[in-house]
């Protein structure tokens, strides 16, 4: 595994909450608790809240993972712009020096090339950001994913073992491996975050979609007891499902979040887009300590 280590505090101004003024329908919860439906329009109440709420003298520390993907590179973009230190991890090196080169602010940035299949790797990434930073990070992006399709008769099982380990397995490993710094951060009174990127094919009928649906079925059962689990401790565990149309694939084709060049023709304009992903992400890690974007699925208009 190698790192590309250069890392300097530093503050940035964020102008999110003064550009976007949006009337949204959320699926609020308080960790911990019951689950609350709210309509909602940004007043000046409302905005100031959250903003004041999510703008520390201090920047926070963002891992993402399967940072060179079209979805991970726009929410390292994203947080990177918002003036916090961010931590680009996924296999690809060159592709990583290529994400910072394009950052604003690449004197806080770290790249680490390692595989979240493989726990030593994670465990040394770990390691690597603590030599970095001094600190553990306090808000995870699981990014790092994959999509094979086929019919089921035809799949090849080396495929299915493919996304598994990468999606299912990676998403274990990394969560596991970076608890220390998301539960000390919450008992701290910090800001603590868990972002897991699905997808909601799982809730479809489809062909050639059936063990990618099952893993992100997975994926989002796991995000549910997470948040059971780590909410009362006061970590926000999020589960972002996006969407996307393609006139090539159909409607409901499901964007690939992996390092795979081949996704970069499947966002159209009629999608949601990664940037829109990346949106969601720093709205829902902004919020005030107590609200929780629990479970967010991002659909095209007219689908």
């Not at 390691?127 to 992006?141: K, N, S, Y």
Request: charged share 25%; proline share 4%; glycine share 6%.
């Amino acid at each position: 595994m190698s790192a590309d280590i250069v890392c300097t505090q530093r503050t940035a101004p964020r102008d999110w909450w003064s550009i976007h003024r949006p009337l949204v329908k959320s699926s609020f919860q308080a960790a911990g608790s019951e689950e609350i439906h709210l309509w909602t329009s940004y007043d000046d109440e409302w905005t100031n809240m959250i903003a004041s709420n999510a703008r520390p003298s201090d920047p926070r520390l963002a891992l993402v993972t399967g940072a060179t993907g079209l979805i991970g590179s726009a929410i390292a973009r994203k947080l990177d712009a918002r003036g916090e230190n961010v931590v680009l991890l996924a296999r690809n090196a060159r592709k990583l020096q290529r994400l910072k080169s394009q950052l604003q602010h690449q004197d806080s940035t770290m790249t680490i090339s390692a595989d979240v299949r493989e726990p030593f790797d994670v465990v040394e990434a770990r390691e690597a950001i603590r030599e970095g930073f001094d600190a553990d990070p306090d808000l995870i992006v699981v990014g790092a994913t994959i999509l094979r399709t086929a019919e089921f008769p035809t799949a090849v099982p080396a495929e299915w073992s493919s996304m598994i380990n990468t999606n299912f397995e990676g998403m274990l490993h990394t969560v596991q491996t970076f608890m220390d710094g998301v539960l000390a951060a919450a008992a701290d009174g910090r800001a603590a975050d868990i972002v897991i990127l699905g997808s909601p094919q799982a809730r479809k009928r489809s062909q050639r979609y059936g063990v990618f649906s099952a893993i992100t079925a997975a994926q989002a059962q796991l995000a549910k007891h997470l948040r059971a689990e780590l909410g009362p401790q006061g970590v926000r565990i999020h589960h972002l499902a996006a969407e996307y149309a393609d006139p090539d694939l159909g409607e409901d084709a499901i964007g690939e979040t992996g390092e795979d060049d081949r996704a970069d023709h499947r966002w159209d304009e009629a999608s949601t887009g990664p940037a829109s992903v990346a949106e969601v992400v720093d709205f829902a890690t902004r919020l005030p300590l107590r609200a929780n974007l629990a479970e967010v699925t991002l659909r095209v208009v007219d689908a």
